[in-house]
């Protein structure tokens, strides 16, 4: 192809006005954390891939983002906008004659009408969103965190109040039609493909990476002026298990090892936890007391971002018991603090960890009981879980991440000129 040919074609190409929609409020915890890495992700595109754009309808993240670099567009969204939409998506389905009615009183509806004015081409949710179901002309792409409900369907947070029925019809509506599906494994898009139809050449593995401020913390040692044992009244070591109390997360394994470790080897171990209640936590705790630990197990609740890495630093280890998976955030963190990690032996979230974790069984909490013990008594196994974490971690990069990104959206771009603005 002649240069002047190619630079007749390339001046069809303009930057992809892409939207970044951010539903994740600050609470939401470790979701919270995995949005703003893959909004800070599309940062780092070149600017002749794209022009960002930034939204979100929690008005209160608009300040929050503030603090990352992020200035995000509020898209307000209340209770008579939302029903409008949803009276217009059943209208518009099973009444196709009042389609073009309908179009001429309301052109676009109450979310997608502030797209559409800021020329966005493609709508990226970084996060899984109901919003996805509500657009009509936008092109977007969408993010796939688990499927947790067909992977544990025993859960009351799966069965209750028909989650599953509702995560299952919106994947099942949302994920054939999205331009690109990321998920955080290989087992992740394996299940995508396999369970709702998605084309794979249309689903990508983007890993998650840990939250900005441990990022930020990496390499630093502990602040001599914060000791997490006297803030929290501990006489004893600790491990740290950052979890909204939700009852896949399993704390209950985690007191039921600590009371093993005592009785079979004598040594007495605390617990900080930290994380919202999601119906769970007064469980966990009358098991606390039941088990004779609660001078030694404390409930931090929702800890400040920059007391967090402390956190991680000053345990010994972090213990994360989870049933979900295939991947989560915590482990991440830990490695990049030099701190070992205790985690499931289950399939998918063994795969994140590799060898960089000492594997617990599910079924036998005295599994959690030996690699503390281990932990304890040879100081050369710590160091040894350190370096390991350490190059694990060094396995993922953002460069790598941004190229997924890349190659997306380049192929969108080029697509992109077949039709006018």
């Known amino acids: 192809m002649s240069g002047t040919l190619a630079s007749k074609i390339d001046s069809f190409l303009r930057p992809v006005r892409l939207g970044v929609y951010f539903g994740q409020q600050l609470h939401a915890g470790g979701g919270f954390q995995q949005s703003v890495n893959a909004a800070m992700l599309v940062k780092k595109l070149s600017q002749d891939i794209v022009e960002p754009y930034f939204f979100t ?26 029903i409008e939409m949803m009276f217009r998506a059943r209208v518009l389905s099973s009444h196709t004659k009042f389609l073009l009615l309908w179009k001429k009183i309301l052109i676009y509806n109450a979310f997608e009408k502030h797209l559409v004015r800021y020329g966005i081409d493609l709508l990226y949710f970084i996060s899984p969103a109901e919003m996805a179901r509500r657009l009509e002309v936008t092109n977007y792409m969408t993010t796939v965190w688990d499927l947790c409900q067909r992977d544990d369907v025993e859960f009351p947070e799966v069965r209750e109040n028909r989650i599953f029925e509702g995560r299952e019809k919106y994947y099942h ?6 331009v690109a599906v990321f998920v955080d494994s290989p087992l992740g898009k394996v299940n995508v493909v396999r369970r709702y139809g998605v084309d794979e050449e249309r689903v990508h593995v983007l890993p998650f990476a840990p939250a900005l401020g441990v990022q930020v913390a990496t390499g630093k040692e502990a602040s001599v002026a914060l000791n997490m044992r006297e803030k929290y009244s501990l006489d004893v070591p600790y491990v740290y298990y950052p979890a909204q109390f939700w009852s896949h997360k399993n704390h209950v394994y985690l007191l039921e090892g600590l009371r093993a470790l005592e009785d079979r080897y004598g040594i007495r171990l605390g617990a900080i936890f930290s994380g919202g209640d999601k119906g769970n936590l007064s469980y966990v705790q009358n098991a606390v007391e039941r088990l004779g630990l609660d001078v030694r197990v404390r409930f931090a609740g929702f800890v400040p971002n920059d007391e967090v890495p402390i956190l991680y630093q000053q345990a010994l280890a972090l213990v994360m018991p989870t049933y979900f998976g295939p991947t989560n955030l915590p482990p991440l963190e830990a490695f990049s603090l030099g701190v070992p990690v205790l985690y499931p032996d289950k399939n998918g979230l063994r795969d994140q960890v590799g060898d960089a974790a000492l594997l617990m069984d599910l079924d036998d909490p005295q599994s959690m009981a030996d690699h503390l013990n281990n932990l304890i008594t040879k100081p050369e196994l710590q160091e040894e879980m350190i370096r390991r974490g350490y190059k694990r971690l060094n396995e993922y990069s953002d460069e790598a991440r941004v190229k997924v990104l890349e190659s997306v959206l380049r192929d969108f771009q080029r697509r992109r000129i077949c039709w006018c603005a």
Do not use: R
């Open 57 to 82: 309808s929690e008005l209160g993240n608009v300040e929050v983002l503030k603090g990352f670099g992020i200035d995000a567009i509020h898209i307000p969204l209340g209770t008579l906008q939302k």
């Open 173 to 178: 509506s949302i994920l054939p039609k999205a």
